[in-house]
């Protein structure tokens, strides 16, 4: 099992930006779909960015043009890159990862991290 550890969220203004970071364990990390999902209260857990194996990004439409999802497998490491966030950014946001794309979510997470967007 892969533990994943996120870091970086926090309180930001609107149309301010923030990285979020995921640490991963293991040596299979650079084999591995990851992604990122997030979960606002009352709502469902939504994949806002996802990340092949082979580096392929795929975004949700709420957050395509200012969010990015990268990784560093010398680190193995993935970051989201979030800029020009609004209020209804707000949420813990959840690193997942898994051995494909059509399993994340199915695999393993992380504990979350908490991104608050102030008005």
């Known amino acids: 099992q892969v533990q994943l550890v996120e870091s970086g969220g926090g309180l930001v203004q609107a149309g301010g930006s923030l990285r979020l970071s995921c640490a991963a364990s293991g040596s299979t990390f650079s084999r591995k779909a990851m992604g990122w999902y997030r979960q606002a209260p009352g709502k469902s857990r939504e994949m806002v960015a996802a990340?092949?194996?082979?580096?392929?990004?795929t975004y949700s439409d709420s957050v395509k043009g200012r969010f990015s999802i990268s990784r560093d497998n010398a680190k193995n490491t993935v970051y989201l890159q979030m800029n020009d966030v609004k209020p209804e950014d707000t949420a813990v946001y959840y690193c997942?990862?898994?051995?494909?794309?059509?399993?994340?979510?199915?695999?393993?997470w992380g504990q979350g991290t908490q991104v608050t967007v102030s008005s």
């Open positions: 997942a990862s898994a051995w494909s794309l059509a399993y994340l979510g199915s695999g393993d």
């Open positions: 990340l092949s194996g082979g580096g392929t990004p």
